[in-house]
Each structure stands twice: as C-alpha cells, then as structure tokens.
C-alpha cells in the first residue's frame, strides 16, 4: 500500500468546518483513499473512500486532486465527538489485506 | 455498534500467566484481523485469518498465537506475559458479501500485566 503523510495535529473550532490533509504522491491507479478515525481508546471506525471523484457521505466529504496525490477529508460542522485520531490509508480496493495504520493526525475540536 | 464483538472487555492478569482474548464478526464476514495498541504506540497489526486459514502474520510475537474457528469467530492467545504486553487489542472483520476493503473494529480488549 501507498505511503501517507499527514499532519500530527490539528485543532478546529466546533461548528466549523474541519479539514484534514493527507498526502500519498505515491498512489497506484487501482488504490483508493480510505479514512478512518479512532476515538479515545476505541476502536477505528470507518469513515470514507473514493478513487479520484469526489465522496460524500454522512458523516464527511472526501475531496481528491486531480492528480490523486492528495486528498482532504472534511467534517462539514465539527462538534466536540469528532476529537479524535484520523487516519488517512490508500489500499486497493477490495482487498482483504490488513490495514496499515500511520500515525495520522490527532484532531481536537474547541469549544 | 460495528457488529464485532470482542470479550473480554478488561482483563487484569499477573507477569508469566496465559489469557485467550475472543473475536465473533460481523456476520458474512470471513476475515478477521487482530491489531495490537499499546499506550505510546499506533495500532500494529498481527495476524489475520480468513475461512479458517491464516492468511498474513504481522509483528506477532512466538508466545502469542491464533485461530480461527469453523463458526468463524476467532480467538488470540497470549502466553508468558510480560509488563510491555498491557495494550489494548482489537479485533476487525471484513470480507462480506461485498467486498469494499472497510474493515470493522471491535470495541477492544484492554489488557493489563501486573
């Protein structure tokens, strides 16, 4: 799977919008975007993905450049549940293989 | 509730003694992953089996092992526990009937070494 790169951390204020980066400049045309985060202790929770259109969902939208070597995920109205670690992995899509977790970006939302 | 259960949720044990964590996917789901998160590091994986067979190992230690049962839960086994095993261990399960590459954690099993 493609290396990422991300920010350690971030903070947002609550009600606005948050923005996490992820660079992965090595990505491979049948490797996806996947982002997941994990909340205090808890275990990863599934967020999004997408190839190279952009994704939205419930939870956030998923924002892919052109040339798919990077992408943002975005929380559109950050409230304080959203305080957590966020991870950004490409891997192909469907693949059983296990995830590879970096270390991605502690996000704390301000009250 | 992503539909994996582990147990148990805490468990307290002493140096040298032996534990068995438990696993039960989400329904349909014939992978299961086991990743292990100690206080200062990131989610490591160990081992992964899928229909029964193991199919990746990652930074698993010799004194822990796993399977995975017909019923497809499955189980992890730490033996000759030492202090630096207290982590929290948490199970995963994918490969439903579609096949999207998400996998979906348990809540965890946090173990403590005394």
């Known amino acids: 799977d493609a290396k990422t790169t991300q920010p350690p951390s971030m903070d947002c204020a609550e009600g606005r919008a948050a923005n996490l980066p992820c660079n992965h400049s090595?990505?491979?045309?049948?490797?996806?975007v996947y982002w997941y985060r994990q909340i205090h202790s808890q275990g990863p929770q599934y967020i999004i993905h997408?190839?190279?259109n952009n994704e939205t969902n419930e939870m956030a939208s998923l924002i892919i450049t052109e040339d798919r070597k990077s992408s943002t995920l975005i929380l559109p109205h950050a409230t304080l549940r959203d305080t957590a670690v966020y991870y950004c992995?490409?891997?192909?899509?469907?693949?059983?293989?296990?995830?590879?977790f970096g270390s991605g970006t502690q996000l704390t939302v301000l009250p | 509730d992503s539909g994996v259960t582990q147990t148990p949720k805490h468990l307290i044990t002493a140096t040298g003694q032996r534990v068995t964590l438990r696993c039960s996917p989400r329904s349909g789901d014939l992978s299961v992953y086991w990743y292990q998160q100690s206080l200062d590091q990131g989610l490591q994986f160990l081992i992964q089996?899928?229909?029964?067979?193991?199919?990746a190992k990652g930074n698993i230690l010799e004194r822990f092992s796993a399977q995975q049962f017909p019923d497809l839960h499955s189980e992890l086994n730490l033996s000759s526990l030492e202090l630096g095993d207290s982590a929290l261990y948490f199970c995963?399960?994918?490969?439903?009937?579609?096949?999207?590459?998400?996998?979906?954690f348990g809540e965890g099993s946090r173990l403590t070494v005394l």
């Open positions: 089996y899928y229909n029964g067979e193991e199919r």
């Open positions: 997408g190839l190279k």
């Open positions: 992995i490409v891997r192909v899509f469907g693949s059983a293989r296990q995830l590879t």
């Open positions: 090595t990505i491979s045309g049948n490797e996806y």
């Open positions: 995963a399960s994918s490969g439903g009937n579609v096949a999207t590459g998400e996998l979906f």
